[in-house]
């Protein structure tokens, strides 16, 4: 088998891969040869363990734990407060006080259910695209008030008091919506959330090659104190929803999907002692969410290993240094 992305990076650091049950049938293996974390691609959110009151569903997410526990794989847990994939119900005539107690029962359970895992993201996508506005417009805001992230932190730390928690969210290189995210990092800092950790979603695409804003990212939100994760990372091969089917193969695009990742990686490195992990959202091409997103039938490969799970040259172009 082809070099353990694992091993070649384990100087720099850890690197993961999101999936779902599914992608146990084939890549087990392969999982195990190179990925030292995971993270569940769904089966960790709100709505997958607790859809209804009082029902949790345990079974999709604990395939991939066991796995990982079984194989010495880091698990990160994804993710407590978001506006999507959270149950109507805890939002239902809720008070600040209610929708709070509800989180903390939500997190003592999934507690119980796991110990305390090394890291989990607590709050997921809190900041606004839209160049005017900051904080989303989401029920967790409107209900629990404006310096809701910092209390939902300090709720889940009280659970979880070993657990690192992270805030995550993407385009968190855009020097639109960068400088907002670092202000509410800040904020909530100096209102004593306990914030460990920053996850940089990382979705690129070819089309967008603004390196030096990844450099300034890492190093404004490594400014603050907070270990950082590569946390979601695909690179596109699409830059518009309208943009038609690339035929595959194509040695073009492999071509340049592999200098893309040639050009992160070496900053990843250059910037490994900020970086406590990077993560792939998918092992394999087949199973990225970016089929199919957001242009339905339209077929993306933007990982590093092919639909067959063979690597591709941009497995090789990170590889080689
Ligand atoms: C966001 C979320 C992930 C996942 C992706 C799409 O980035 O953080 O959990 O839903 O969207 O798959």
Redesign the pocket.
């Known amino acids: 088998m082809e070099v353990s992305l694992k091993e070649k990076y384990k100087d720099y650091f850890k690197i993961g891969a ?1 999936f779902s049950p599914p992608t146990l049938i084939y890549a087990k293996d392969m999982i195990k040869h190179h990925f030292n974390s995971v993270t569940c ?2 089966q960790m ?1 709100y709505e997958c363990l607790n859809g209804k009151p009082g029902v949790y569903n345990f079974g999709p997410a604990d395939k991939i734990v066991n796995f990982a526990k079984e194989n010495d794989i880091a698990i990160h847990g ?2 407590f407060v ?1 506006h ?2 959270v149950p109507d119900y805890i939002f239902e005539n809720a008070t600040k006080e209610s929708l709070l107690n509800n989180l903390r029962e939500h997190a003592k359970v999934v507690k119980e259910h796991y110990g305390e895992l090394p890291t989990f ?1 607590a709050v ?2 809190a900041i606004e695209d839209k160049t005017e506005a900051y904080l989303r417009d989401t029920k967790w805001l409107n209900i629990i008030g404006d310096n809701y992230i910092s209390e939902v932190f300090k709720v889940i730390k009280e659970v979880m008091p070993s657990t690192e928690l992270y805030y ?1 969210d ?1 385009n968190e290189c855009f020097p639109e919506k960068r400088p907002k995210i670092v202000r509410m990092l800040k904020e909530a800092l100096a209102d004593g959330a306990p914030i460990s950790g920053m996850g940089m ?1 990382s ?1 690129y695409n070819l089309f967008w090659t603004e390196f030096d804003e990844i450099k300034r990212s890492l190093e404004e939100y490594g400014a603050l104190g907070l270990k950082l994760r590569i ?2 990372l695909d690179v596109s091969l699409y830059k518009e929803k309208e943009d038609p089917q690339l035929k595959w193969p194509n040695p073009e695009y492999e071509e340049k999907l592999a200098d893309y990742y040639r050009r992160v990686f070496e900053i990843y490195r250059e910037y490994s002692e900020l970086i406590d992990c990077v993560t792939f ?1 998918g092992v394999a091409d087949s199973d990225s ?1 970016l089929n199919g ?1 957001p242009t339905p039938g339209r077929r993306n490969h933007p990982l590093l290993f092919d639909d067959k799970g063979n690597p591709k040259p941009a497995f090789y172009a990170v590889t080689d240094f």
């Open positions: 999101a691609e769904n959110k994804h993710t978001w999507n994939q993201d997921n996508e995550n993407y979603q979705h946390s979601e959202w969410w997103f």
